[in-house]
């Protein structure tokens, strides 16, 4: 039996600490590290069944370009001749990089050098921009950073949690766990905000059964409470806040019948938050998944600023990722609107710093496309050569079908990932094999800014090499050898640590300066830290001493306008769509589908719809329906329940195109994104349900 290898689980941002042994074969023993302080010891379903993911069933093991296997260096050469030729060409935004909050922080790090740095454009976006985006743009506009002000100890510190747009008990379950437990312990009161009753329900002292896009309103209705009741702080707001009084305004204008609530049951939840000092305001993708998910994350934020409830131990905002590494790659700079180590791309003197330390030739001075737009570029044809890293956009995108257009029609595609058979891959011109979780090394980041090894307890499959060597070897071979010139993880992550002296420079809070000349042996041997890492400051929460990150030095607290979502409602599409996560299935099933115990949880796709809904719709349990938005349509069961409200059905994420071709929700998704981050609408579309016939 070989020994025991410590490593980190590649789903959810609560990023809970793994036992990976080895058995022999390609099998994988996995149990929860007791030592990791995301989780303890516990994993939920998903971390438990890793060990089921790992075969090498349908693995890439070897480059291919046009569909034939091919040599590596002859890929990676014409990878690097395509892309050289299209920027001498069309120049350098003629290019672009559409990456993964799965890749690990070093893949992130080398990809965002690459294009940033030396191609000289800042097309680099990532499918975290369908997360967490609105969270980043509302964390810049309130604390001039964007920096997480929590920890998940403060979920079990507080008196009161408000979970809003958060199924938590699904989709970051063993955060959950950590919660039910606090609760049962010392009595912790839990509000959950959310159009459906979900499991996390099951603690809920209070239920809200907000309406779709009801968030903003409710919090502001919160915050002209708050001053009703003389609960403002008002020494807190005048030496550390700006912006009161207009956000202020605002709130108590505001048309709190957006919420779709009852006087009685606001009147509960704005008397347990005007009561309740310690309170964590937990928020996720309801929140984030909106043409108004900004407002919406600076509605709940202001709440907290307006009290004083920040900074300390139980009480603060608080945003859950939903990937694993949606957070590294927010710290490297991976959207196409960031400057590594949370400097800004469109100041010039974060640039130029970044600049001289990366020694780079070229530095965007523009944010590049984010997600929706780098596809709409794509499909108008002003980008010709695409590099698409451990994600599948023809899936995953909104409006997937013209994503798939664009990118048959892309002149130049290359994927790098564990197949060549996702949606995706197989529309490529060269596909290159990645290595996947297991099987890599480096550091993922999550939720509460701990940042943890990922380990190798499996060999290399075939000639599958890490996401940050094959960037690496295509910017040699672009003509940046030196700057491309690594041998492994730990030289990655000590220039990253490095370029964060940058940013703790600038008084910015990503600041990991004091890993920056870790040895290869410690860098094997680290154990999860939380940052800042300084010599003068480690870890902890944020903002405890009133001081943030703007230029003043104070907080902002924004005036937010509540609007409803964007996708009309008409006679024709009179239902709004919402969608989410199931309990045991992971994005689009690339890993969690070749697990038969995490199929039989629910085993297929489903349309949740209410009982009125069913009956004006003709439905009956178990019939099989069609979802019509505008986008375009996809077929589900049908399960009516109570849990969702007239109006609003729901469908799950995961069923793609290879397991399910028919039940592709991003088809439904129209491509309707949030002014402020760029993140797409992807719970609010306005469908018609009817139902399905073979002819
Ligand atoms: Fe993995 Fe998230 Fe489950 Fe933890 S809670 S085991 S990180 S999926």
């Known amino acids: 039996m070989t020994d025991t290898i410590r490593s980190t689980c590649p789903y959810c941002g609560v990023g809970c600490g793994v036992l990976l042994t080895p058995q022999g074969n390609g099998a994988l023993k996995v149990e929860g590290d007791p030592e990791h302080p995301a989780n303890y010891g516990r994993l939920c379903s998903k971390g438990l069944a890793l060990g089921d993911t790992v075969s090498l069933d349908g693995r890439l093991l070897a480059p291919k370009v046009d569909g034939k296997t091919a040599k590596w260096d002859d890929a990676l050469q014409l990878v690097a001749d395509k892309f050289k030729d299209t920027i001498a060409e069309h120049g350098p935004d003629s290019v672009a990089f559409y990456v993964s909050g799965q890749l690990l922080t070093e893949d992130y790090y080398v990809a965002n050098k690459l294009m940033k740095g030396f191609i000289g454009s800042a097309n680099i976006d990532t499918n975290s921009r369908l997360c967490m985006a609105s969270t980043v743009a509302g964390h810049k506009r309130a604390f ?30 063993v955060l959950y766990q950590r919660l039910a437990a606090a609760r049962a312990k010392r009595g912790t009161k839990v509000v959950v905000v959310d159009p459906r009753r979900t499991s996390t329900c099951d603690i809920a002292d209070l239920h809200l059964k907000l309406a779709p896009g009801g968030d903003a309103a409710l919090f502001n209705g919160l915050l002209a409470h708050l001053a009703d009741q003389g609960e403002i702080d008002a020494e807190f707001v005048s030496q550390h806040v700006n912006g009161f009084d207009a956000a202020l305004e ?6 709190l019948s957006l919420t779709g609530l009852t006087e009685a049951d606001l009147a ?55 990937q694993p590494n949606a957070m590294g790659g927010r710290e490297t700079g991976g959207l196409a609107n960031m400057l590594a180590a949370h400097l800004d791309l469109e100041n010039a003197q974060h640039r130029d710093a970044v600049k001289s330390f990366w020694n780079a030739p070229e530095m965007p001075e523009a ?60 529309l490529a011109d060269v596909v290159l094999p990645a290595l996947g979780w297991g099987e890599k090394s480096g550091t993922v980041t999550n939720s509460d800014r701990t940042i943890s090894r990922q380990r190798m307890a499996l ?34 992550f000590r220039e990253h640590a490095a370029l964060s002296k940058v940013a703790g420079d600038f008084g910015k809070d990503f600041d990991i300066s004091a890993l920056s000349d870790i040895s290869d042996e410690d860098f094997d041997g680290f154990e999860p830290q939380k940052w800042p890492i300084t010599a003068a400051r480690e870890g902890g929460r944020f903002f405890a001493d009133g001081k943030f990150f703007t230029p003043t030095g104070k907080a902002n607290m924004l005036a937010v306008n509540a609007r409803a979502p964007q996708a009309e409602l008409d ?107 760029g993140q797409p609408e992807s719970k ?11 002819d």
């Open 144 to 173: 001039g950073t964007d920096t997480v002000p929590g920890t998940y100890e403060d979920l079990e510190l507080a008196d009161l949690v408000v979970l809003v747009g958060s199924n938590l008990a699904w989709c970051h379950p």
């Open 250 to 255: 605002t709130a108590r204008a505001e048309d």
């Open 268 to 322: 509960t939840f704005y008397d347990m938050f005007t009561k309740t000092k310690k309170t964590v305001t937990v928020f996720s993708q309801g929140i984030n998944q909106s043409s108004s998910g900004t407002e919406k994350v600076n509605s709940i934020i202001n709440c907290h600023l307006a009290t004083g409830r920040i900074g300390l131990p139980g009480s603060g905002p608080f945003s859950v990722t939903g």
């Open 367 to 426: 944010a590049g496309l984010k997600a929706v737009d780098m596809f709409d570029a794509l499909a108008a044809g002003k980008i010709k050569a695409l590099w698409v890293a451990c994600t599948n956009p023809v899936i995953s995108l909104p409006n997937a079908n013209l994503v798939e257009e664009a990118i048959k029609n892309c002149p130049f595609t290359v994927v790098s990932d564990l197949s060549d058979q996702t949606d995706t891959a197989r």
């Open 459 to 492: 060999a290399h499959p075939g000639e599958a090499r890490p996401d940050w060597e094959i960037f690496s070897e295509v910017g040699r071979r672009m003509g940046w050898e030196e700057a491309f010139d690594y041998r492994n993880e730990a030289q990655i």
């Open 571 to 677: 006679e024709e599409y009179p239902l709004r769509l919402n969608t989410g996560r199931q309990r045991d299935q992971w994005h689009t099933m690339t890993r969690t589908g070749r697990s038969s115990k995490l199929s039989k949880h629910l085993a297929e796709p489903f349309l949740q719809i209410n009982p009125e809904d069913a009956l004006a719709c003709g439905l009956k349990d178990a019939d099989l329906a069609v979802v019509k938005g505008r986008a375009g349509e996809a077929i589900f069961r049908v399960w009516i329940t109570e849990d969702v409200a007239k109006g609003s059905p729901f469908v799950p994420i995961h069923w793609t195109c290879q397991t399910a071709a028919a039940s592709t929700v991003s088809k439904i998704i129209p491509a309707i994104v949030d002014p402020f981050s």
């Open 684 to 694: 609010s579309a306005a469908v018609n349900i009817t139902k399905f016939t073979a």
